[in-house]
């Protein structure tokens, strides 16, 4: 079972360049989450999707735009890179946002901004 | 706004017992989740609260206290492969996870 899958799972940028970091599950999960991880503070909430075609804004959106064209797949881009998003990506997707529904997390994505 | 509390670091002894703590003020509660991160790995799921009282589950036990706002995990047992970070998070009225910054355990021999 390969879960949830990130690509690349390290890159550098140069400020303003921009890129996308990919992610895909095979569990079927309905719901889909883009977080940033740094240093001394919790994860925080990009994007997420309840549902195939749905995405909305977490704590921290700005800079950043996301898609979910197919329900496996929840993509994240970034459009024109500063250092400030130089963080730790994870993509995570769970059955459904409510209850008990526990989060299945890729490996991280390592992303630097020169 | 919303907080999550948890010590940022804790050292314990192979073979003992550690008690993590987490202290959350949320608008709404639907449940309070562990999770277990190694250094550069992706964290993965320990254990879920959402009544008070204490929920065992092998060497480890989560406790919640609604009403204090407040939950530990327990550790038994300690093995150095439980060195790790613990993060507490906590399901707001809006069903979104409000995470805390995690405490580091270190495990000395």
């Known amino acids: 079972n390969a879960g949830v899958t990130q690509t690349p799972k390290f890159q550098v940028l140069k400020t303003g360049q921009s890129m996308t970091l990919q992610c895909a599950q095979d569990m079927n999960h309905n719901s889909m989450y883009w977080y940033r991880q740094d240093p001394g503070m919790g994860l925080r909430l990009i994007y997420y999707s309840a549902s195939e075609g749905t995405t909305d804004k977490g704590e921290v959106p700005d800079g950043y735009n996301v898609s979910r064209l197919k329900k496996q797949n929840f993509l994240l881009g970034l459009e024109s890179a500063a250092p400030s998003q130089t963080s730790v990506y994870f993509c995570a997707s769970s059955p459904k946002p409510s209850g008990a529904n526990v989060l299945t997390f890729g490996a991280g994505s390592r992303l630097t901004v020169l | 706004g919303q907080n999550i509390d948890q010590p940022t670091e804790m050292t314990a002894t192979e073979g003992a017992i550690v008690q993590i703590n987490c202290t959350y003020q949320?608008?709404?509660?639907?449940?309070l989740f562990w999770y277990q991160q190694h250094a550069g790995e992706a964290p993965t799921f320990l254990s879920y609260?959402?009544l008070d009282g204490l929920e065992e589950k092998g060497r480890f036990s989560s406790f919640l206290s609604r009403s204090k706002g407040y939950s530990y995990l327990l550790l038994k047992e300690l093995q150095m492969k439980d060195s790790a970070s613990y993060l507490c998070?906590?399901?707001?009225?809006?069903?979104?996870?409000?995470w805390g910054a995690g405490t580091k355990l270190i495990i000395k021999p």
């Open positions: 609260n959402v």
């Open positions: 998070a906590v399901k707001d009225s809006n069903y979104q996870l409000i």
């Open positions: 949320t608008s709404g509660f639907n449940g």
